[in-house]
C-alpha cells in the first residue's frame, strides 16, 4: 500500500491550489482517508477527513476554504485549496486512517 502526494508549489495568498493523492495497493474509495499538514518545529496536524460513503469533516482553520474529494477511476484524492494564506504555508500528506506510513508530502508555500 503506497499514497503518493503532489499538486504543491507557491503561491500568492488568496489564491488556490490542488493537491493530488495517489493511491496504489487499495481502493482509496473504500477507505477512510485523511489530509494532514505539518510545519518544520510543529506537530503533524489534521486537515481533513474523507469518508468512504462521501461524508467529509475539516479543521475548523481550513473549513470553507478547502474542499477533499476523489476520482475513484483514478483511485486519486484531492485537496481543493482556495483563499490561501501564509499561515497554510505547510507539507502536506495524506494517509489511509489506521496506517502509522506517511508518504514523502508536498510542499504548499503562500507568500507574495
Known amino acids: 500500500v503506497q499514497f503518493v502526494e503532489s499538486g504543491g508549489g507557491l503561491v500568492q495568498p488568496g489564491g488556490s491550489l490542488r493537491l493530488s493523492c495517489t493511491g496504489s495497493?487499495?481502493?482509496?474509495?473504500?477507505?477512510?482517508m485523511t489530509w494532514h499538514r505539518q510545519v518544520p518545529g510543529k506537530a503533524r496536524e489534521w486537515v481533513a477527513t474523507?469518508?468512504?460513503?462521501?461524508?467529509?469533516f475539516y479543521a475548523d482553520s481550513v473549513k470553507g476554504r478547502f474542499t477533499v474529494s476523489r476520482d475513484e477511476a483514478k483511485n486519486t484524492m484531492y485537496l481543493a485549496m482556495d483563499s490561501l494564506q501564509p499561515e497554510d504555508t505547510a507539507v502536506y500528506y495524506c494517509?489511509?486512517?489506521?496506517?502509522?506510513?506517511w508518504g514523502q508530502g508536498t510542499q504548499v508555500t503562500v507568500s507574495s
Open positions: 494517509q489511509q486512517h489506521g496506517s502509522t506510513a
Open positions: 474523507l469518508f468512504p460513503g462521501g461524508a467529509t
Open positions: 495497493g487499495v481502493p482509496i474509495d473504500a477507505e477512510i
